[in-house]
């Protein structure tokens, strides 16, 4: 069974940082592209980085450029989101998802709360 | 960035009715339009994707069509289970891939 895994989010400070993490499992994670993206609850998701299959190109929203890392480790099987200068409106729910060639996303994991708040 | 408008914003239907949401591209995205299904506290999940293409394991009475603007998602029978809200995404040439508002489908 595919199966994306998140955790390390939580409540951090304006101005603080956070790494996710997400483990993949039940499909050969070097083989697929992985983003991240967030959703406030309530609201549409919105994309915010994209890492391909062997970690050598990423991207990243405009909205996050300079402040987020995105990376993998394929023999661990895992990819990460390093969020630095942290913002109120970076709350959200961060997903880690699986691409496809057609630039869909066919595999979610189960989401990971971000509050940054006093 | 390439805008995504869904419409209507919320839509209620019956059981057994035919459903179709709309969504509108703000520049011409070819086929390169996916639709999600998420209900309450789940993460999205991918329904049709290069406009018209059934993921696998989801129902048939799902469809997609649409080209270039303006595409549709129609739910040919309306099942319990459907009650839902709707995305449409653009994964046109370069990031970001973009987001509708979302279509909030309740029961009437």
């Known amino acids: 069974e595919v199966q994306l895994v998140e955790s390390g989010g939580g409540l951090v400070q304006p101005g603080g940082s956070l790494r996710l993490s997400c483990e993949a499992s039940?499909?050969?994670?070097?083989?697929?592209?992985m983003h991240w993206v967030r959703q406030v609850p309530g609201k549409g998701p919105v994309w915010v980085s994209r890492i391909n299959s062997d970690g050598f190109s990423t991207k990243y929203a405009d909205s996050v450029k300079g402040r987020f890392t995105i990376s993998r480790d394929n023999a661990k099987n895992t990819l990460y989101l390093l969020m630095d200068s942290l913002r109120a409106d970076d709350t959200a729910v961060y997903y880690c998802a699986r691409g496809t060639v057609s630039g869909s996303v066919d595999c979610w994991g189960q989401g990971t709360l971000v509050t940054v708040s006093s | 960035d390439i805008q995504m408008t869904q419409s209507p914003s919320s839509l209620s239907a019956s059981v057994g009715d035919r459903v179709t949401i709309t969504c509108r591209a703000s520049?011409?995205?070819?086929?390169?339009l996916n639709w999600y299904q998420q209900k309450p506290g789940k993460a999205p999940n991918l329904l049709i994707y290069a406009a018209y293409s059934l993921q696998t394991g989801v129902p048939s009475r799902f469809s997609g069509s649409g080209s270039g603007t303006d595409f549709t998602l129609t739910i040919s029978s309306l099942q319990p289970e459907d009650f839902a809200t709707y995305y449409c995404?653009?994964?046109?040439?370069?990031?970001?891939?973009?987001f509708g508002q979302g279509t909030k489908l309740e029961i009437k």
């Open positions: 520049q011409s995205i070819s086929t390169s």
């Open positions: 995404q653009q994964s046109y040439a370069t990031l970001p891939y973009t």
């Open positions: 039940g499909f050969i994670f070097s083989n697929y592209w």
